[in-house]
């Protein structure tokens, strides 16, 4: 069972950025891939940025792309998700989210478990 915590959500104006992170524990974290998800009031949850295993392989959405970046850290058990270039348009609930494979996916339903999700917001 693994068990994800986020951090560093926040307000910040239109522009700006935020790094957000998600510590892991229980499980073997290098065996899991991960991913960050989003979700607006009154829109379905969505998909951010994926990470493999190894972190040599990454995904992203064309409407993030070239400002969002995920990494992660198998030694720390970390998963972060630097926002650049904010935009009103990417307030949301984002959430940590893994699977028990070493291989990346965007499909929400092949995440096992997630994170209780930190708030973004940004300001215009």
């Known amino acids: 069972q693994v068990q994800l915590v986020e951090s560093g959500g926040g307000l910040v104006q239109r522009g700006g950025s935020l790094r957000l992170t998600c510590v892991a524990s229980?499980?073997?974290?290098?065996?899991?891939?991960l991913a960050w998800f989003r979700q607006a009031p009154g829109k379905e949850r969505e998909f951010v940025a994926a990470?493999?295993?190894?972190?040599?392989?990454?995904y992203y959405p064309a409407s993030v792309k070239g400002r969002f970046t995920i990494s992660r850290d198998n030694a720390k058990n970390t998963v972060t998700l630097q926002m650049n270039s904010l935009q009103p348009e990417d307030t949301a609930v984002y959430y940590c989210?893994?699977?028990?494979?070493?291989?990346?996916?965007?499909?929400?339903?092949?995440?096992?478990?997630w994170g209780q999700g930190t708030q973004v917001t940004v300001s215009s």
């Open positions: 989210a893994a699977r028990s494979n070493i291989l990346a996916t965007t499909v929400i339903a092949q995440y096992n478990y």
């Open positions: 229980g499980g073997t974290f290098s065996s899991y891939s």
């Open positions: 990470i493999n295993w190894s972190g040599s392989r990454t």
